[in-house]
Structures are given as structure tokens and as C-alpha cells.
């Protein structure tokens, strides 16, 4: 019986244009109400912008957010890990030493911090994933923790950058989720360790939990979900991981496939 369903958002959930068809999702929220199924997102973007996302049918969401760095339900936190400020501050001065074409978004509790000659079309593409953001001539000034670091190089060269990050493996978890994003969180915390929070959280097993995604980041997550559903858009190594193979993101494959199992279960 499923009574956790976890899903990524960009890539799976969402279609390529960054949307999702809310008619069906209002179905399907409903049946998952009716037969008593959690839903919850698991995504690189910020916690807020999540709640945007889902609107109106935001109550009762649970959130792993942040590149699943933090928990949040129902407008409260219950779950946050952070990177300390001197560790932080170090991989952020590396990334910037790399290169100057990339864009480094410190992600502190209070919100995403970018630097202030970063380009507007950046900003723009950062805010689809960040409501709250700020700017800073000079990051050594950030004297607050961090919930995660991310990289964004719209060159797609965050393979190459992230050999550069070795001396901070041992301190941090490091995952080049696709050729343009780097996501950095405390030490053994990514998707498959915040979502067996969450199952605890909720006396859910990964035997009741069912869970959808398509990149690099998502493998950890797959592994913690018996009912584990990759995108036929997926990374290879993400499908290997996966039980199952199921449509696009630009199917509504999430929802559809999500409607036709519930619909099985008494």
C-alpha cells in the first residue's frame, strides 16, 4: 500500500516550460486526500518558491527543499542541516577563484545571496528557483550559516568545475546534478537522507513510499521509494536505479501515473 509519495520537480513534476497542469493535480491531490497518501516535493529550489508553485494547494504539502537541506510543512520548519560560516565561506572563495563565468547562490537561512555584477538574465533564471534573494559586493561579509551552496554556469561546464571541489569532500556533500548546476550541502545530506527524515517523521517505510525523478541528484531518492519511477527523460544512470520507466515530464506523467496506481488501492 502507498502512503508517501515524493516527487522531483524540474525535469519531473514540472514541464519545460516550468509548469504543471493544476486542473490534474487538483484531481489527484484530492485522491491522495481521500486515500490517505503524503505528498511531498523534493527539489534543488527554495522552499518558498515551492509554496508559490502550488498556491492555494500548498496545505499539507511537505517540502523537502533547498536540495533537500531543509523540511518544511505547512509554513514550519522541521528540518534544517546547515554548512558552518568559515567551511562556507572557503568553497565559495574556490568556486570564484574557477571561474568568473559561473554564478555562485549562497543559500543561508534568511535566503539565496548572489554577488551584485552577477547579469540580470541570471538573476532572472536564479529567481525561478529563488523567491527570496539578495545581493552582496563581497560574500566574507555573510556572517550567518549555510543551508547549501549551488553553482549555476549556463555553459554547462560544472563537470569541469567540479574536480576543483575535492578537498572539501570530506566536510560536504558535492553533486553536479546536471552539466549546469552544482549543488553543496552538509556532509551526508542529499535527497535519500532527508527523505528517511521525512518517512520517520511519518511511520512511513520505503515498502508504502512511491517516488518519481529524473537527475544525478535524484538517485538517493530513488533508492529510498519500493515504488521508484524514473522520467523517460531521465539521465541513464538515474533509469538504472529506478524500478520502473515512466513518461515525460511533458506527459503529466507524474500525475497520470500517480492517478492510475491510487485508483487501484483500497
Not at 20 to 27: C, G, S, T, V
Not at 222 to 244: G, H, I
Request: proline share 2%.
Amino acid at each position: 500500500m502507498i502512503k508517501l509519495i515524493i516527487t522531483d520537480l524540474d525535469g519531473t513534476f514540472l514541464n519545460s516550460q516550468g509548469e504543471y497542469d493544476r486542473e490534474l493535480f487538483a484531481e489527484v491531490k484530492q485522491l491522495m486526500t481521500e486515500k490517505g497518501v503524503q505528498f511531498a516535493a523534493c527539489t534543488g529550489k527554495q522552499c518558498e518558491r515551492v509554496e508559490e508553485l502550488f498556491a492555494g494547494q500548498s496545505k499539507d504539502l511537505w517540502i523537502v527543499g533547498d536540495s533537500a537541506t531543509r523540511i518544511k510543512y505547512n509554513g514550519e520548519f522541521v528540518f534544517q542541516s546547515l554548512i558552518e560560516n568559515t567551511l562556507g565561506l572557503a568553497i565559495i572563495n574556490t568556486l570564484r577563484r574557477v571561474s568568473n563565468s559561473h554564478v555562485v547562490i549562497a543559500c543561508t537561512p534568511g535566503g539565496a545571496i548572489v554577488h551584485c555584477e552577477t547579469p540580470k538574465r541570471l538573476k532572472d533564471k536564479i529567481r525561478r528557483s529563488y523567491t527570496r534573494m539578495t545581493e552582496t559586493s563581497d560574500f566574507s561579509t555573510v556572517s550567518s550559516d549555510f543551508v547549501k551552496i549551488t553553482v549555476f554556469d549556463e555553459e554547462g561546464n560544472c563537470p569541469q568545475t567540479r574536480p576543483h571541489l575535492s578537498p572539501f569532500e570530506d566536510d560536504v556533500y558535492i553533486v553536479v546534478s546536471e552539466a549546469a548546476w552544482i549543488d553543496i550541502a552538509a556532509y551526508g545530506v542529499h535527497k535519500g537522507s532527508t527523505v528517511q527524515k521525512l518517512q520517520q517523521l511519518l511511520n512511513v517505510t520505503a515498502e508504502h513510499t512511491m517516488a518519481f525523478g529524473d537527475g544525478h541528484n535524484d538517485i538517493e531518492l530513488l533508492a529510498e521509494a519500493n515504488y521508484s519511477f524514473a522520467m523517460r527523460n531521465a539521465f541513464e544512470e538515474t533509469k538504472a536505479v529506478a524500478r520502473f520507466i515512466t513518461g515525460t515530464n511533458d506527459e503529466n506523467a507524474v500525475l497520470e501515473t500517480v492517478r492510475r496506481l491510487l485508483a487501484l488501492q483500497n
